[in-house]
């Protein structure tokens, strides 16, 4: 059954779903200023589930908020977080494998502390399909936004690395850049983004059904025709030479 939270139940509620996330945390806030307690609370349960799905949407355009020590903690103190910006993004919501919470409150410190806010909880045991509802609205939401890439610099063995320049991608150390690659459907030219290797048109078309394994017609990399998918993006070839 939905129940309705109010302020302090939002809180209280949301600090309880993190600390019992296993297999996923998908946080959606456009604003984020993330207390000791909850980074504390991320960090927990990260070291309790090694392999959980931690995803981070916030807002990407001119009025975002996003300070530079919750993007430190993000980037650096999280092993398996991944950041997703999304313009004019409004939607406040958190998930995980068994729970949902729609709210009011962004993950945003003053929000917690002075704000009045409401919300409602969602339990998948109770409420299967509504909670199926949000967390594939959510899943889209992340799969439109852009993904913020880490870059990794291993200046020590730059000079023994491959480099791949001009129209591929070009690896120096554990970098890549990316300059022009292919979109898995049409083949149009796109940047590398092996997480959404779609040009827009045909991402807004994947995405009213998102099969990740439909065949597609072009290889990510390379751009040669070749049985390809939403997952498996690269030609055989190309995956070795990606992940090598």
């Known amino acids: 059954m939905v129940e309705f939270l109010d302020t302090n139940a939002t809180s209280s509620e949301l600090s309880k779903m993190i600390s019992r996330s296993k297999e996923k945390l998908h946080v959606v806030s456009p604003y984020l200023q993330m207390s000791d307690r909850i980074k504390i609370l991320i960090q927990q349960v990260e070291k309790a589930s090694p392999k959980i799905d931690i995803k981070i949407l916030y807002r990407s355009d001119k009025d975002s908020k996003i300070n530079d020590k919750d993007m430190d903690f993000l980037l650096n103190q999280l092993n398996n977080a991944n950041i997703y910006?999304?313009?004019n993004l409004h939607a406040k919501c958190y998930l995980n494998?068994?729970?949902a919470i729609i709210t009011s409150m962004n993950l945003y410190q003053h929000s917690q502390e002075n704000n009045w806010e409401m919300g409602i909880k969602i339990d998948k045991s109770t409420d299967p399909v509504i909670y199926e509802d949000v967390n594939r609205h959510v899943s889209l939401l992340i799969n439109v936004g852009k993904r913020y890439e880490k870059k990794l610099i291993n200046f020590r063995n730059i000079i023994s690395q491959a480099s791949y320049v001009g129209?591929?991608?070009k690896k120096v150390g554990k970098i890549t850049i990316a300059n022009s690659c292919y979109c898995v459907r049409c083949g149009k030219s796109i940047n590398y983004?092996?997480?959404k290797p779609l040009c827009?048109?045909?991402?807004?078309s994947w995405s009213r059904y998102m099969e990740k394994s439909y065949q597609e017609k072009y290889c990510h990399y390379c751009g040669n025709v070749n049985k390809t998918s939403f997952s498996k993006p690269f030609c055989i070839d190309c995956y070795k030479e990606v992940n090598q």
């Open 97 to 99: 494998e068994d729970t």
């Open 193 to 195: 983004d092996r997480d």
């Open 85 to 87: 910006a999304l313009d």
């Open 167 to 169: 129209t591929k991608l």
């Open 200 to 204: 827009p048109t045909c991402f807004k």
